[in-house]
């Protein structure tokens, strides 16, 4: 077992990190520009945000790779550079993280449905995700985060794919929405079904992320530990982002969240953190709040 499990499935509770695109966003990235393409063009940043988070309190950095998927970086003229791109993303966290510091490798959604529904093939994507997953190894991850997934058959590719190329621990965690009969991913999947569906397939901690505010996770949390005893990631965005002249301002304080967050884990999480709007000030917060 790696260390990773070995301290989460120990009972521990480990702050993970916040937002990347927020971070980058402030620290240079234009709208519409290619996150990825910052672990080559400006490697000082993406390490300057690893650092940031773990001096804030984090115990886990994510990888600046979520679109590193060859459907993502074609997109940008990037196809070609998958493997050098994640490897970066990889080596970056790495280079500034501490002893008993984690880094894991995001894997987003490729942005393309599977047959019938859209053109990808279960190969093609299976093989896009392998790529994806040799650069991160190499660059000396962890493990994985596979992260605001919305297809479960999409999410079960990148799980293979992890499982097949290494021998790696895996994070996987889904989006879900609230309708008039409660939480549901896009394919119409509740939680407590998702929860079965990923441990089934290999997943090591399960969880959800992004979407929602922290209000609504804790229901998420609890649906999906009242039928799995694998840890649980939760990332949280600051709340649900509102449009003020112009701007996109995010309405939940670091101290909000902090304390909100004592929800989150009564209701079963194992390892919280931020994810959109959140920054290292959140962290700080998280941190201060849990390991007092």
């Known amino acids: 077992m790696s260390k ?42 993406v390490q300057g945000m690893a650092a ?12 600046n790779s979520f679109g ?30 501490p002893v008993e510091g984690f880094v894991l490798g995001s894997i987003g959604p490729t942005g393309v449905l599977l047959e019938p529904n859209g053109p990808a093939t279960e190969e093609e994507m299976f093989s896009a ?25 999409e999410m079960n590719l990148a799980i293979r794919a992890a499982k097949d190329q290494t021998s790696l621990p895996v994070v996987a965690t889904m989006v879900f929405d609230k309708g008039p009969k409660g939480y549901f991913t896009m394919m119409g999947l509740r939680p407590g079904r998702v929860a079965e569906e990923l441990a089934e397939v290999g997943a090591d901690v399960i969880g959800s992320n992004c979407g929602l505010a922290i209000g609504h996770m804790v229901e ?16 949280v965005n600051a709340g649900i982002p509102e449009i003020k002249k112009t701007a996109i301002v995010y309405p939940d304080s670091p101290e909000f969240m902090a304390e909100e967050m004592v929800n989150i884990i009564e209701a079963g ?8 709007g959140t920054s290292p000030e959140y962290i700080r917060a998280f941190a201060r709040r849990f390991k007092s």
């Open 68 to 97: 590193g998927s060859r459907y993502r970086l074609k997109e940008y003229g990037l196809g070609d550079r998958v493997v050098e791109l994640n490897r970066l993303a990889a080596d970056h966290a790495r280079t500034v993280a």
């Open 52 to 63: 940031e988070y773990f001096a804030a309190g984090s115990d886990l950095v994510l990888t």
């Open 129 to 153: 995700f392998c790529e994806q997953v040799k650069g991160l190894s190499e660059g000396g991850v962890d493990g994985f985060c596979i992260e605001t997934m919305f297809d479960l058959a």
């Open 269 to 276: 999480a194992t390892i919280v953190g931020g994810c959109c």
């Open 220 to 235: 998420i949390v609890t649906a999906m530990r009242a039928v799995s005893v694998l840890p649980i990631l939760t990332h």
């Open 4 to 45: 990773f499990l070995d301290r989460v499935k120990g009972g521990e509770l480990l702050v993970s990190d916040g937002a990347t695109g927020t971070y980058l966003q402030e620290h240079g990235l234009p709208p519409g520009g290619c996150p990825e393409e910052f672990n080559w063009s400006h490697p000082n940043v």
